[in-house]
């Protein structure tokens, strides 16, 4: 049993199979999933996924790169919508300095609302972070995000920096690129974290693991991301599903 802590059935390239890509998820023994909202659009629709099925559960946020486009209006709406039973954490947010789209300044200033947010609401939160770590880890701090914990998605950066995430109640989660060839940094970091703070993700449509590189990912993968860090700790691919699945219920507050 696995859980895919960080997937997209929500974005436009699921449109025309979304239901079965869940159902080969569930066949591939993926019984749970947390699906991201992170604009206008997919911040609903993630919701919507999330009452069609038991086992997937919702979170809502505004992603750094269309920080630019988020009013206080939207604030707002996202607050009321964190009450629904099945959103389960706020995100995804953070920042991302690969794209320019929106200023550095505005994605500081709506990365500390939704922190606020969450703070407000007692829910963790979902932080991707692009080439901005240490800005990251700062306002983590000056905004004591300790208080509510959260997720490193998609953890891209050295072992150096996962000391200050576990410090302030920080999970990992570790995708595809555990499993490519020539990425040293995720396979230092899958045998460094703490066993009771590691969880696993696809962030389905992007970064499929090898073998699938490339192309279209989806949450059935995730299998492949287990198998690599079993592999790398060398543990049974059966307790790394069960103790990153625990992980995962155990961050999201499900029973
Ligand atoms: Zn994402």
């Known amino acids: ?17 979304r239901e079965e890509t869940i159902q080969r998820a ?11 909202g992170f604009d ?56 991302d300095y690969h794209w320019d789209k929106s200023p550095k ?9 939704q922190i606020r947010l969450a703070k407000k609401l007692k829910m963790p939160i979902i932080i991707h972070n692009r080439e901005a770590t240490e800005d990251i880890i700062q306002i983590l701090k000056e905004e004591n995000a300790k208080e509510i914990g959260g997720i490193m998605h998609c953890y891209s950066d050295s072992v150096k920096y996962v000391d ?9 989660s570790l995708g595809g690129p ?5 990425a040293p940094l995720p396979k230092e970091v899958a045998q460094y974290v703490p066993l009771d703070r590691l969880l696993i993700e696809t962030d389905a449509p992007y ?22 860090i079993a592999e790398l700790r060398n543990m049974s691919y059966e307790d790394i599903s069960e103790i990153t699945t625990k992980n995962a219920f155990r961050f999201f507050g499900i029973e």
């Open 26 to 36: 569930f066949d591939a023994g993926v019984t749970y999933m947390t699906v991201v």
């Open 105 to 113: 300044d505005v994605q500081k200033d709506v990365f500390r609302k």
């Open 1 to 17: 049993m696995l859980f895919d802590t960080h997937v997209h059935l929500n974005a436009r390239q699921f449109l025309e199979d």
């Open 178 to 182: 555990v499993t490519f060839k020539n």
């Open 207 to 228: 970064l499929a693991p090898h073998p699938n590189r490339g192309k279209r990912n989806e949450p059935a993968y995730v299998k492949l991301v287990a198998e690599k």
């Open 40 to 95: 206008h659009e997919t911040i609903p629709l993630a919701i919507e996924i999330a009452e069609a099925y038991e086992t997937i559960y919702a979170a809502v946020g505004r992603h750094p790169v269309d920080a630019i486009d988020m009013t206080d209006k939207e604030l707002d709406w996202i607050e009321e919508l964190a009450k629904h039973p099945k959103v389960v954490a706020i995100g995804e947010m953070g920042l």
């Open 164 to 172: 200050d995430c576990l410090d302030m109640n920080f999970y990992i």
